[in-house]
């Protein structure tokens, strides 16, 4: 099985300043296809989760440009460039190369 | 619009059995994996099963392998999830996925005595 881990599990962030996720597989999520299988979820408080970035660092239809994703093989990264008081929820990465595996989930909270 | 809608959670003792459904719209179910996710009561993710778009090839979790059964009816454009042996770690949100988005709003299962 595919191990997700998420770093840090919980993050306060004054609205404005970046912050940054990191999230590592236990093996590598290339695909023989040159894809690579890593998404980004944002579930909001209340809602169900909401697909932010597709294979590493696609940003989902709509999904402000202040959200990237990068990374390769097993280590990867969700930044904000600014954040804003609409971004607080949990964000989760996704490996879907084996079944399907969820990080931990990193709580972002507004100062 | 694509939109899917849970169905079928409660309230089942331990032992017992449920049938979610998940009726799909909006797009040509029969193309498109689906999946069934759920969540605990204020915890993380689980990835629950998976089935490919005419139903022939299915994946389980460990925790839920002979005890939960995938399936669909391209027909009625609806996904299952039949629940057997139900225990109190059970519990949790189910979300019905299409590949990787989008999600339910999800059925609420609930196992206890």
């Known amino acids: 099985d595919i191990i997700m881990t998420q770093t840090p599990l919980s993050l306060s962030v004054t609205p404005g300043q970046p912050a940054s996720i990191s999230c590592k597989s236990s093996?590598?999520?290339?695909?023989?296809?040159?894809?690579?299988?890593l998404f980004w979820y944002l579930q909001k408080p209340g809602q169900s989760p909401q697909l932010l970035i597709y294979?590493?660092?696609n940003r989902f239809s709509g999904v402000p440009d202040r959200f990237s994703g990068s990374g390769s093989g097993t280590d990867f990264t969700l930044k904000i460039s600014r954040v804003e008081p609409e971004d607080v929820g949990v964000y989760y990465c996704m490996q879907s190369l084996q079944l399907r595996t969820f990080g931990q989930g990193t709580k972002v909270e507004i100062k | 619009e694509v939109q899917l809608v849970e169905s079928g959670g409660g309230l089942v003792q331990p032992g017992g059995s449920l049938r979610l459904s998940c009726a799909a719209s909006?797009?040509?179910?029969?193309?498109?994996?689906m999946h069934w996710v759920r969540q605990a009561p204020g915890k993380g993710l689980e990835w629950v099963s998976s089935?490919?778009?005419?139903?022939?090839?299915?994946s389980y979790a460990d925790s839920v392998r002979g005890r939960f059964t995938i399936s669909r009816d391209n027909a009625k454009n609806t996904l299952y999830l039949q629940m057997n042996s139900l225990r109190a770690e059970d519990t949790a949100l189910y979300y019905c996925?299409?590949?990787?988005?989008?999600w339910g709003q999800g059925t609420l299962v609930t196992v206890s005595s």
């Open positions: 996925v299409r590949s990787t988005w989008p």
């Open positions: 089935i490919n778009g005419d139903g022939i090839s299915t």
């Open positions: 909006g797009f040509t179910f029969s193309n498109f994996w």
């Open positions: 294979e590493v660092s």
């Open positions: 093996q590598s999520l290339l695909h023989s296809d040159g894809r690579t299988y």
